[in-house]
Every structure is written in structure tokens, then in C-alpha cells.
């Protein structure tokens, strides 16, 4: 199993460009999530997703968009990239019951840098 | 609103110490807790998930326990090396969110 997949690794995007971070699990978890990491201020919910068809946002989520049309992809859009978004993202999976999470794995990150 | 607070927020310690990090939360009701470990510029790596129902779990050198009522848990790592050196991450789990973090110990480990 590859687990959890983030593309690109690295990203410099200028004011107002737009672009998708790629993620992709093989597990067949139901539930898929998006976090920011900001130095100081740790690990912040953006969407998330509890099967295919389903999403829902979370403690951050201005600014981006989220879609689930299958249940190994779970891409975040940035639909007009601001310097505040500057930041690594995450993407993370897990088993759902209907009720709760069980572990959650997480990609390797994308570092941003919005100019 | 559930707070999940991390003390020390850095550690270090010469190689072969045991030693505790502490993580504390403000609401009791959790569905789970989850210890991860950060490697600079790497991803998180999952430790421990110990349920609600649960005291404690174990993974080789690493136990990891947890008072529901008391709002804390406890991550324990016997006979330290300095490849245990990193950032170790919890999260509580409640209903119908995702994880919320605590900010992290970063561990040094010294040989």
C-alpha cells in the first residue's frame, strides 16, 4: 500500500493564481480531511469528507474548495491564492463507522508559498 | 470550545533517559486521543490511539495512557535514543469534527 498520497511536494504560486493539491489514498477509508500546518498555531481543520459526495468544512475554510467524487481522491482547490495561505498542507484518512475516526494517516505535505 | 495544551514544548534529555510527555484537553467527551510523531519538513506518523473506553496502549518502548476525567493523557518513552528525536503531536478526537491539535513537544535527544 502506497497509504497516503500528496502531489505536488513543493509549490510557489504568485497572488491570484489558482491550483489543485492532489490527494490520494489506497485504504478505502471512508473519511478523508485537509489540515494546514502555520508555525505557532499547529494543525487547523480546512474540509472534510465522510464518503464520496460528502463534504463538509472545517475550523479554516475560506478560500478553498473541496470536491469527493471518488473515495481514494479528496483534491483541495485554491480558488485565488493569498500570501495568508502560505503554509504546508496535509492531507490525512481514516476508517469511518458512521460515528467516529479510527487512526488517522497522513500524507508527507505540500509546502505552499504564495508570492 | 475543546483545547488540547502540550507541556514542555521542548525537551532534552541525554540518550537512555526515560521520560513523559503530557498532554491535557478541557472537555472530557472524546471519542479517541492519537500520539504522532513529526520528523522536520516530514509528514505525521501515527504512535498510539487510545479510545475512550481504553486506560492505556503500548508499542514497544512507547505506552501512552489516558484519564477521561481527569482531561489527560501521558505519552512515555522508556530508554530514549537520538533517534527518537522529533515533534510528538496529540489529538483528541469528539463527535462530529476532526482531530484538534495540540501544538507539540519537541524532543532532543542527545548522545
Known amino acids: 500500500n502506497a497509504g497516503v498520497t500528496q502531489t505536488p511536494k513543493f509549490q510557489v504560486l504568485k497572488t491570484g493564481q489558482s491550483m489543485t493539491l492532489q490527494c490520494a489514498q489506497d485504504?478505502?477509508?471512508?473519511?478523508m480531511s485537509w489540515y494546514r500546518q502555520d508555525p505557532g498555531m499547529g494543525l487547523r481543520l480546512i474540509h472534510y469528507s465522510v464518503g464520496a459526495g460528502i463534504t463538509d468544512q472545517g475550523e479554516v475554510p475560506n478560500g478553498y474548495n473541496v470536491s469527493r467524487s471518488t473515495t481514494e481522491d479528496f483534491p483541495l482547490r485554491l480558488l485565488s491564492a493569498a500570501p495568508s495561505q502560505t503554509s504546508v498542507y496535509f492531507c490525512?484518512?481514516?476508517?469511518?463507522?458512521?460515528?467516529?475516526?479510527?487512526?488517522?494517516?497522513f500524507g508527507p505535505g505540500t509546502r505552499l508559498t504564495v508570492l | 470550545k475543546q483545547e488540547v495544551t502540550q507541556i514542555p514544548a521542548a525537551l532534552s534529555v541525554p540518550e537512555g533517559e526515560n521520560l513523559v510527555l503530557n498532554c491535557s484537553f478541557t472537555d472530557s467527551a472524546i471519542y479517541n486521543l492519537q500520539w504522532f510523531r513529526q520528523d522536520p519538513g516530514k509528514g505525521l506518523t501515527s504512535l498510539l490511539l487510545?479510545?475512550?473506553?481504553?486506560r492505556e496502549q503500548t508499542s514497544g518502548r512507547l505506552n501512552a495512557s489516558l484519564d477521561k476525567s481527569s482531561g489527560r493523557s501521558t505519552l512515555y518513552i522508556a530508554a530514549s535514543q537520538p533517534g527518537d528525536s522529533a515533534t510528538y503531536l496529540c489529538?483528541?478526537?469528539?463527535?462530529?469534527?476532526?482531530?484538534?491539535f495540540g501544538k507539540g513537544t519537541t524532543l532532543s535527544v542527545s548522545s
Open positions: 485504504m478505502n477509508h471512508e473519511y
Open positions: 490525512a484518512s481514516s476508517y469511518w463507522d458512521g460515528v467516529n475516526t479510527d487512526t488517522q494517516y
Open positions: 489529538a483528541v478526537k469528539e463527535a462530529g469534527t476532526a482531530l484538534i
Open positions: 487510545i479510545q475512550s473506553s481504553q
